[in-house]
C-alpha cells in the first residue's frame, strides 16, 4: 500500500488568493490523480498523470492546474481562488506495474475559500 | 462507458446485526471492481477488490463481497457490524482495458447502539 502525503490537510482562505494543494507518495507509483469530493460525497476525477511531464485534465471542468516534475510529487495550484472552490481534494496513487491501476488515496485537504 | 449505481443512499443498522451494501455496474467488457470506505474528514481506504478468480472476495475489518457476473452486482456483507464501521462507503469499477476508475455516489452505513 502506498504512503501519500497531503498538506495542508486544512485550509482556510480569503477569495482571490493564489494556493497550493500538495502530494506527495514514497512508493514510486507512476500514475497520480486529483479528485474533488462535493459535500454530497460523490467523487469527481479533475486530473491525472501517467508519469513525469504528463498530465491530462479529468472529467469534472477544473479553473486549477497541475505539475507533475518529480515521480513523486503532484502539486494542485489554484492561481485565484473562489467560495466555488469549497471542497475536499483527495489525491491518489497507483502502480501501473501491478496490472489492476488500484489506487491508494490520501488523507484529503479541506478548502474552505471565503 | 461503464458505471456503477448504489442503490441505498444511507443504511441504518443496528450494532451486531449483518448488513449488506449493494453496488451494481454497467460495462460492456471485464471490469475490475472496488470496495472502499471513508471515515470523517480522511481519504479513501480500500476494503477490497476484486481482479479475477474466486467469486468471493474478503477484505479488511471483516468485511466480504461477491462478485456475480450475471447480475453485473458487488454486493458488500458483514455478518456483525460494530459501530467504528459506520462510514461511507464507495463501490468503483475500471475495465480492464481502460484506466479511469468510476466511483459510485456513495452509501453512509449508521451503526447505532
Known amino acids: 500500500e502506498a504512503d501519500i502525503y497531503q498538506t495542508p490537510r486544512y485550509l482556510v482562505i480569503g477569495t482571490g488568493k493564489k494556493i497550493t494543494l500538495e502530494c506527495s507518495q514514497t512508493?514510486?507509483?507512476?500514475?497520480m490523480y486529483w479528485y474533488q469530493q462535493d459535500p454530497g460525497m460523490e467523487l469527481h476525477l479533475i486530473h491525472y498523470?501517467?508519469?513525469?511531464?504528463?498530465?491530462e485534465k479529468g472529467d469534472l471542468s477544473s479553473e486549477s492546474t497541475v505539475s507533475r516534475i518529480r515521480t513523486e510529487h503532484f502539486p494542485l495550484t489554484l492561481e485565484s481562488a473562489r467560495p466555488s472552490h469549497t471542497s475536499q481534494y483527495l489525491c491518489?496513487?497507483?502502480?501501473?506495474?501491478?496490472?489492476?491501476?488500484?489506487?491508494?488515496f490520501g488523507p484529503g485537504t479541506r478548502l474552505t475559500v471565503l | 462507458a461503464q458505471s456503477v449505481t448504489q442503490l441505498d443512499s444511507q443504511v441504518p443498522v443496528f450494532e451486531e446485526a449483518p448488513v449488506e451494501l449493494r453496488c451494481n455496474y454497467s460495462?460492456?467488457?471485464?471490469?475490475?471492481l472496488f470496495w472502499y470506505v471513508q471515515y470523517p474528514n480522511q481519504g479513501l481506504q480500500l476494503l477490497l477488490k476484486?481482479?479475477?478468480?474466486?467469486?468471493l472476495v474478503k477484505g479488511i475489518n471483516g468485511f466480504e463481497a461477491e462478485f456475480n457476473k450475471s447480475q453485473t452486482s458487488f454486493h458488500l456483507r458483514k455478518p456483525s457490524v460494530h459501530i467504528s464501521d459506520t462510514a461511507e462507503y464507495f463501490c468503483?469499477?475500471?475495465?480492464?482495458?481502460?484506466?479511469?476508475?468510476?466511483f459510485g455516489t456513495g452509501t453512509r452505513l449508521l451503526v447505532s447502539p
Open positions: 498523470s501517467y508519469g513525469v511531464n504528463s498530465t
Open positions: 512508493m514510486g507509483h507512476d500514475k
Open positions: 460495462s460492456s467488457v471485464s471490469v475490475y
Open positions: 491518489a496513487t497507483a502502480d501501473s506495474r501491478e496490472g489492476s491501476d488500484t489506487q491508494y
Open positions: 468503483a469499477v475500471v475495465n480492464t482495458g481502460f484506466q479511469k476508475l468510476v
Open positions: 476484486y481482479l479475477s478468480g474466486s467469486t
